[in-house]
């Protein structure tokens, strides 16, 4: 069974339009990492989050990490082009330093 | 400041044969992990360094896979003899020490796409 549950596992929304991708555990995470990817490139890393409420942004882009540590939102504002690609949720549940990877959510914006 | 960096970017190789796929980490990051995505899968963790240490390598494969980190800088990954199920993107990861803090920040390289034919 899939641990980490990121849905939607595509999505397609119009320039200058808010959209929310979600990261889901049945487990208590102890780091949420989000990371963008583009088609055929490396991993960026948007940010992580460890804390319980934690809240972070980064531009247009803002991730929140739920009290009990087990679900995650990132959430874009105002859509641009260079927003499309692929986000990916990763989580250290062990607290081993090793990330465990969701499978995705691919991101298209239309103009 | 210079990301993590993997040399080459992609390899095509034939079923049997070997390569080695390296990684350079950001200077100073004393941590450093491989991963690796097969086809329609998600990215999976293979093994951890801590400096030279081999801190965790309960995700590699088999023992056709052999990782590397002489000095504690720069890791290799060798796979040999290369089998089809090998061929994904493998990425390199680093982040700084172990602190008080149990989780930092992992910086992924552009990966390596490895084809086996």
């Known amino acids: 069974s899939q641990e980490l549950e990121q849905s939607p596992q595509s999505l397609i929304v119009q320039e200058g339009k808010n959209l929310t991708i979600n990261c889901t555990s049945s487990?208590?995470?102890?780091?949420l990492y989000w990371y963008k990817q583009k088609y055929g490139e490396g991993l960026i890393f948007l940010m992580m989050?460890?804390?319980?409420?934690e809240e972070k942004s980064h531009e247009k882009i803002t991730a929140k990490l739920d009290e009990k540590k087990q679900q995650s939102s990132l959430h874009i504002t105002a859509s641009q082009p260079s927003h499309a690609g692929i986000y990916l949720c990763g989580a250290d549940m062990n607290r081993d330093d090793k990330i465990i990877f969701g499978k995705g959510t691919r991101l298209h914006i239309l103009p | 400041e210079a990301g993590v960096t993997q040399f080459p970017s992609h390899s095509v190789i034939e079923k049997g044969q070997t390569v080695t796929l390296r990684c350079d980490p950001i200077s100073g990051h004393d941590n450093l992990y491989w991963y690796r995505r097969v086809m329609g899968k998600e990215i999976k963790f293979l093994l951890h360094?801590?400096?030279?240490?081999?801190?965790?390598e309960s995700g590699m494969p088999n023992n056709r896979f052999l990782a590397e980190r002489t000095g504690g800088t720069y890791s290799t990954l060798k796979v040999q003899p290369a089998e089809l199920e090998d061929s994904g993107v493998y990425f390199c990861?680093?982040?700084?020490?172990?602190?008080?803090?149990?989780?930092?920040?992992?910086?992924f390289g552009p990966g390596t796409r490895l084809t086996v034919t």
């Open positions: 487990k208590t995470l102890y780091g």
């Open positions: 360094f801590v400096k030279e240490s081999k801190q965790d």
């Open positions: 989050l460890q804390k319980g409420g």
């Open positions: 990861a680093s982040s700084l020490g172990i602190g008080d803090r149990f989780t930092y920040e992992q910086y």
